[in-house]
């Protein structure tokens, strides 16, 4: 017997999650071994001790929160403001680019790619919600 759509639903939320967990962790793992190779992929050039300290409070800082965030929500299913809070601090960033794209264009190159990534993510966790719970925890 098939199982019900909103299990299949939270299955697919929960595997995403967990794909963000796993992304999240492997990024700031990858900027804290080697800071100026993935600053340069992502068109920063780090500069003294303050260009080093905030790279590594937005690059594994953030990601590592995000990390936990999402292996939380994966683990509390019956909790999606968990899941929706991931999925902001995701579509944050894409965010932030398109305002930056209007004065000075959209990313290019790799960021570009990471930029429709975390998109992506961050609106399939949003449809991946549990159906009839919108202002639900």
């Known amino acids: 017997m098939a199982a019900p759509a909103s299990s299949k639903r939270a299955w697919w939320r929960v595997q995403l999650l967990q794909l963000v967990a796993t992304t999240s ?3 700031a793992l990858a900027a804290m071994l080697d800071p100026d190779r993935i600053a340069t992929a992502m068109g920063l050039f780090l500069v003294g001790v303050n260009g080093y300290s905030q790279f590594y409070a937005i690059y594994v800082g953030v990601r590592l929160a995000t990390a936990g965030l999402a292996l939380l929500a994966s683990r ?3 909790q999606p403001v968990l899941g929706d809070l991931t999925a902001l601090f995701l ?3 894409p965010a932030g680019r398109l305002v930056a794209a ?3 264009g959209l990313p290019t190159g790799v960021l570009f790619v990471v ?3 975390e998109l992506l993510a961050g609106l399939s966790l949003l449809a991946l919600r549990p159906r009839g719970k919108i202002l639900s925890p």
């Open 115 to 117: 930029c429709a990534v």
């Open 25 to 27: 962790s492997l990024a």
């Open 91 to 93: 579509l944050a960033q």
């Open 76 to 78: 509390q299913v019956d």
């Open 102 to 104: 209007f004065a000075i």
